[in-house]
């Protein structure tokens, strides 16, 4: 087989290294190759199959040649597909209908949704009537009278134990005893005339004259701390006793007036 050079294009004989026209170098291997190549893939290159005669891959013949087995695939899809949306379809439908029955069945049944306005009312007249039960309206004051009674009482001790100790003392310097007695019964009347302003008597009038009593009954005790004070502190009793001595007939009066218009009320 001639060859020729890949330069001039002269031809050479075989085992020639240069060329004999142009003096480049003759690679014979090369030629010899591509020659060889080029030969390959006129003759000796395998048909190829035009690509509607070949085979898919995972399909086998029978499965191409007969178009059935297909069809059976896709309408497997298609029943697969549809009994999904009738199943999605009922259960809409049937959550519609339950939300409809449970909302007529609460329309027809309203005792359950909101308490009877008949409940409301005897509910509220029961707390209206529990609260003015608990008030002490038309109280008849005997407790007031009582505890005015009870202070007196305690006034004219501590009356009796100052002048007792002024027998045998000329001042009270040194004695706190008889101060805070006093101030112990002004605290007690403090207590006493707050809790009779909040009181609702059925007599008012009766109501205000123990009120008037226990106002005379803490200038009473007033006057006699004033006076044990002073004279702790190094000062003259005679001004607060005499303050109190005074309060004392003020009482006396005014007690007396009030059992002859209250007694047995």
Known sequence: MAKYCAQ????????????????APLETETLETQEKTQVFSREESPAVAPWSQQEEPGVNAEQMNDPSANHGNHANDQSVLIGLLVGIIILLLGGGAFFAYSSAHQEAVPGKTSPAPSVEKDQSARTKSSSTSSAPVGSDLMNFVQEKDAVDGEIVKLANGINGYLSNHATFRGNSYYSDAARGLQTRLQNDMQQLKGTQAADEGKKQAILNLYQIEYRR??????GVTSSHQGGDYQP???AGTKASYEYDDANAEFRSRYSGK
């Open 8 to 23: 001039c294009g002269a031809p050479f004989p075989p085992g020639q290294k240069f060329c004999s026209n142009c003096g």
């Open 221 to 226: 005790v007033s006057g006699l701390y004033n």
């Open 240 to 242: 607060g006793f005499a």
